[in-house]
């Protein structure tokens, strides 16, 4: 009696290599999506910074540039910054927290939204620190942004405070 060798899998090799083909596929998924998640905390980490830097710099700007501090007044602190302006078509300048967004009025012109539709402002505090005398006209300004999130994914979650003191010099 001869016996032929039949070339083929066995029932617990197959096994393996289902198990093993699988254990690969799932380690690529999970690394594919850990790399796309951080890409995406990176973007909103960026564009939280990216607001957050513009929005000092323009308040830095336009309050350096103002004559005096109309509110709060010295030793308070608010969510409102209002400036007293050298140009009567934009006096008072005015930084707002509107709902979840920082606004600058000029005059009477209307208020203009200063952060992105994707970030929100969470926290803004203007603390009048100038002396009686007016020999140190100073404003301590602490703002918080944090990356818009409908889908409460956790990518998405950023938030950032920023810290400034700023000096009038009153051109």
């Known amino acids: ?6 070339k083929g899998f066995t029932l617990i090799e197959m096994l393996i290599y289902i198990t ?12 594919a999506w850990s790399i796309i998640d951080s890409r995406t905390k990176a973007h909103a980490a960026q564009e ?8 000092i710099n323009k308040i830095v700007n336009e309050t350096r540039s103002a004559l005096n501090i109309n509110a709060p007044v010295i030793g308070a602190s608010g969510s409102q910054l209002s400036l007293e302006s050298s140009d009567g ?12 967004d920082l606004t600058i009025q000029r005059g009477a012109g209307s208020a203009i939204n200063l952060n992105s539709d994707r970030v929100l402002v969470t926290g803004l505090v203007f603390e009048n620190l100038s002396l009686f005398n007016n020999k140190s006209r100073d404003v301590n300004l602490t ?3 944090e990356h818009l ?4 994914r956790q990518s998405w979650e950023y938030s950032e405070t920023f810290r400034a003191t700023i000096e009038l010099r009153g051109i």
């Open 1 to 6: 009696m001869s016996h032929k060798k039949i």
């Open 20 to 31: 093993l083909v699988a254990g690969i596929l799932i380690t690529a998924t999970s690394f």
């Open 48 to 55: 939280i910074q990216q607001n957050g830097r513009l929005i």
């Open 89 to 100: 078509a934009t006096d008072p300048i005015i930084f707002n927290l509107t709902g979840q």
């Open 143 to 145: 703002l918080t942004l």
């Open 149 to 152: 999130n409908p889908d409460n």
